[in-house]
């Protein structure tokens, strides 16, 4: 999330004075998404498959108060299209929410990987 004119730079320069560790932006996200596709790897490996990516139905239906209530364009009638987008857009296969070998390599995560068998 970017506030105020904050970029990613910014952040690395911020990361940098902090800790000595220089990183430009563009490292910065690659860091992030090593992160989170290894989160999503050790919770395949416990047991987490795409249905524990649902959301409540509660979320999916019309708000019952606020600026939105009762309105129906507010209904998500197609999560698992909204699902499918998400998880090739990560590089995750579509029916199971497991990162695909090209998206493991392209981030350097195979040995790493290794570890959590």
């Given at each position: 999330?970017?506030?105020?004119?904050?970029?990613?730079?910014?952040?690395?320069?911020?990361?940098?004075?902090l800790?000595g560790?220089?990183?430009?932006?563009?490292?910065?996200?690659m860091?992030g998404?090593?992160?989170?596709?290894?989160?999503?790897i050790?919770?395949?490996?416990?047991?987490f498959?795409?249905?524990?990516d649902?959301?409540?139905?509660?979320?999916?239906a019309?708000?019952?108060?606020?600026?939105?209530?009762?309105?129906?364009?507010?209904?998500?009638?197609?999560?698992?299209?909204?699902?499918?987008e998400?998880?090739e857009?990560?590089?995750?296969?579509?029916?199971?929410?497991?990162p695909?070998?090209?998206?493991?390599?392209?981030?350097?995560?195979?040995?790493?990987?290794?570890?959590?068998?």
């Amino acid at each position: 999330m970017m506030y105020a004119g904050v970029t990613l730079n910014h952040w690395s320069e911020l990361l940098a004075g902090l800790t000595g560790w220089e990183i430009t932006g563009k490292e910065l996200l690659m860091v992030g998404e090593r992160v989170n596709n290894l989160q999503r790897i050790f919770n395949i490996r416990e047991g987490f498959s795409r249905e524990n990516d649902y959301l409540p139905k509660r979320v999916m239906a019309i708000p019952q108060f606020g600026d939105y209530q009762n309105q129906p364009k507010c209904v998500i009638t197609d999560f698992d299209a909204m699902l499918d987008e998400y998880y090739e857009t990560r590089g995750w296969e579509t029916s199971t929410g497991i990162p695909t070998p090209c998206k493991i390599e392209e981030l350097g995560l195979s040995e790493e990987i290794d570890h959590f068998s």
